[in-house]
């Protein structure tokens, strides 16, 4: 019997890149994916479960926990409903699918995530990073991914000027600085799909090792 997967920020630039691999992953036999509203997405594979408030209507065993949960403080509209989005709800999804039997945790955090940092954007991805320690998954895989390449549903203009001028360097980057050079989404879905397979304890990615995974 195959793996049931647990997918949040599902339509974001990564959860959509999840979703997509996860379907097609041989050892997935369902994917679940928790949104604020219906996608009406088809596919014999994947099921879908309305609102954050509801996710207790998930399958009642879970294997693996993807989260792409992630906004900005701009779109947020202050920095207290940032932490909601980037810090409380993925630490809520790890509360659910541990009582759902997860034993698996993959999360999208950020380059430079740490408590100590000066800069409260990653000082509150190293709070979850931090959090999610207390719950016990067999596996917690980080993804620290740098710049990030992909369309996105909506417009934002630093990601989109650093990508413009960060084009030109990009081959140069991944052969001298692999860690900073941008990185595609789909790269990050899939260095995380690869890497949740198997492993024990907490295992950080870097950009560079992402893109060694997933090439």
């Not at 947020?76 to 509360?95: I, M, N, T």
């Not at 931090?130 to 990601?159: M, T």
């Not at 000027?161 to 989404?185: G, N, Y």
Request: hydrophobic share 45%; net charge neutral; charged share 25%.
């Amino acid at each position: 019997m195959g793996k049931t997967a647990l997918v949040v920020g599902a339509t974001g630039l990564i959860g959509r890149e999840l979703v997509e691999q996860l379907l097609e992953e041989e050892r997935y036999d369902a994917v679940w994916i928790v949104v604020r509203r219906t996608k009406r997405w088809s596919h014999p594979k994947l099921h879908e479960v309305v609102g954050f408030e509801n996710m207790d209507e998930a399958p009642p065993h879970i294997d693996d926990v993807y989260c792409a949960l992630g906004t900005t403080i701009a779109v947020a509209g202050s920095q207290e409903a940032f932490k909601h989005v980037d810090l409380e709800l993925p630490l809520e999804v790890a509360r659910v699918a541990r009582r759902h039997g997860a034993t698996r945790y993959a999360v999208v955090s950020a380059q430079g995530a740490s408590l100590r940092s000066p800069f409260f954007y990653n000082r509150v991805k190293g709070e979850l990073e931090n959090g999610l320690k207390v719950f016990g998954f067999e596996h917690v895989v980080i993804a620290r991914p740098s710049l990030l390449l992909g369309e996105r549903d909506s417009f934002r203009l630093g990601e989109k000027t650093a990508e413009v001028l960060s084009r030109p360097f990009q081959t140069l980057l991944l052969e001298k600085m692999p860690d900073a050079a941008p990185i595609q989404a789909l790269h990050v879905a899939r260095a995380l799909i690869i890497a949740s397979e198997e492993g024990q304890g907490t295992e950080v990615l870097t950009s560079g090792m992402m893109q060694r995974i997933s090439r």
